[in-house]
């Protein structure tokens, strides 16, 4: 990231200096870098989010990570969906959401399982692997 970071500021030093700041750079300038990042497969966590709302407590965790040997594949959506893997869990009043376009779903969701409500709160546990996502352990179908 430290190679990324020095590149990336010389690339931004040059542009001014030759009188096109806005020059945006070109991908091979730290592709190296890039490919051997993700040949590593970076895990990403968030291991606690929480937040206090008018309608009450929200709690995520979430960890993703994309390995691949070439990042220039990444440009195929599906090479990409491929490369992801993805967990976590959420918790949300079921208040929250009450007046927005996503409660329509949900008494169809907690019905199929992919939800829980538990004293007013909505809980899931989701997986992303190898293109499929699951909540609560069972596939979603769309």
């Known amino acids: 990231m430290q190679a990324i970071a020095h590149k990336m500021s010389e690339h931004q030093k040059h542009s001014i200096q030759s009188g096109n700041p806005g020059q ?4 091979a300038l730290v592709q190296d870098e890039v490919t051997a990042i993700l040949a590593a497969g970076p895990v990403l966590k968030i291991t606690t989010l929480q937040a206090t709302t008018e309608h009450g407590k929200v709690n995520a ?4 990570t994309i390995k691949v040997d070439d990042p ?10 491929f490369a992801m893997e993805a ?5 949300v009043p079921a208040r929250l959401i009450e007046n927005t376009p996503v409660a329509a779903f949900v ?17 899931t546990s989701m997986k992303f692997e190898q293109g499929q996502l699951t909540l609560n352990g069972k596939a979603l179908q769309l």
């Open 87 to 91: 967990a976590g869990n959420a918790n």
């Open 72 to 81: 220039a594949a990444l440009q195929n959506p599906m090479f990409l969906m």
């Open 107 to 123: 008494p169809g969701f907690i019905k199929q399982g992919y939800i829980k409500s538990e004293r007013g709160q909505l809980k």
């Open 61 to 64: 965790d979430l960890e993703a």
């Open 24 to 27: 945006a750079p070109d991908f």
